[in-house]
């Protein structure tokens, strides 16, 4: 009988040695969530939390943000796990409304970009570390992800609904009343009372318009893609696209945001070049609609053309029958460094 036990223990043992393993375990995953808003519509989050329904990776209560779209807040906790659900409340002082919601994550999406990453120059392999979270007027949320400063990718939006909250609880110690506190924080957020004022409290252009995706590329004019080091572009939508090696020559034409800034390197003669531009929203996306108006189901390029004798950077957005230049120019310099030559 004792003998029969010992080898039935060894067989157990066996099976669960050889049990296939969850498909969290074989992802290393190391991120720590961000909670922000758009920085003329400040929020406060009353409670928060990225789950899997096993484990949990909570979210910073009882602090302001304002800090921006699409960027993310200062988090202490770190998360190990692929999230189906967020859970977040919070206050929206425009408003004077508190809000909540319970989102379904698009798990298997998040799951295969954490194992996708980012692959940097020399074959370095990058693994997406935060989880990026912004609320904005309505209820609206809006999540992305983000591989150091490489890639940020939108994963998701969602429509949270209002609730009742005890707004005491948030400054059990204060002595100004609700919309005196209120007052004072959107004087805080420089410029907002009268940006509210021109625009209203809107979902817009947070929800739709800035996420408008057009087919187009980017091109950096006279240069090889073998001696272009790298193009980063950053989009309105909060995204962000860092162009190099293998992905200058195959990242063609695909759906993008309208561009919001870009940077790039690249190497002629020998001397290493950098360049990098701004774009104004309003003249952006009037030219894209203009261009999707004239020029339906047709991929566009945006050409970034250097002129070494002015250092300065021109940029146009061309169909196969016009082109049409972008009012905003760019610089270009010449970098310090000789190693990135070197390499080519």
Known sequence: ???????????????????????????????????????H???????????????????????????????GGKEMTTGRFVPNKLTLGWFSYAEDKFYKGEFDLPADTMEALFKQGFIKRGGTHSRYNRLIVNAYPKGGVALWMKVGGNRIVEVAHFQGEEMEYNWKSMYPYATDTREELNDFVMKQAKGSL?????????QEPFKTIFRQRYNYTISLDSVPHNKTIHIMTEFFNGEMDTMLGD???????????????????????KVVYYGKIYFDAKEMYDLFDKMSTECPDEPYVMHLKPDYSTRKLTVTLSSST??????????????????EAELF
């Open 1 to 39: 009988m004792i003998r029969f036990v010992f080898y039935l223990l060894m067989a157990l043992n066996i099976f669960a040695c050889k049990a296939p393993q969850n498909k969290e375990q074989t992802i290393k995953l190391d991120w720590q969530p961000g909670v922000n808003a758009p920085k």
């Open 41 to 71: 519509y400040p929020i406060r989050t009353v409670f928060g939390s990225f789950s899997n329904g096993e484990r949990t990776c909570g979210i910073t209560t009882g602090v302001r943000r304002n800090g921006g779209w699409g960027l």
């Open 194 to 202: 009268e940006y509210i004022a021109q625009h209203g409290i809107t």
């Open 247 to 269: 992905e200058l020559e195959h990242n063609f034409f695909k759906n993008k945001a309208v561009t919001k800034y870009i940077s790039f390197r690249w190497v002629k003669d």
């Open 322 to 339: 016009q082109e049409i230049e972008i009012q905003r120019t760019g610089k270009i310099g010449k970098s310090s460094s000789q190693k």
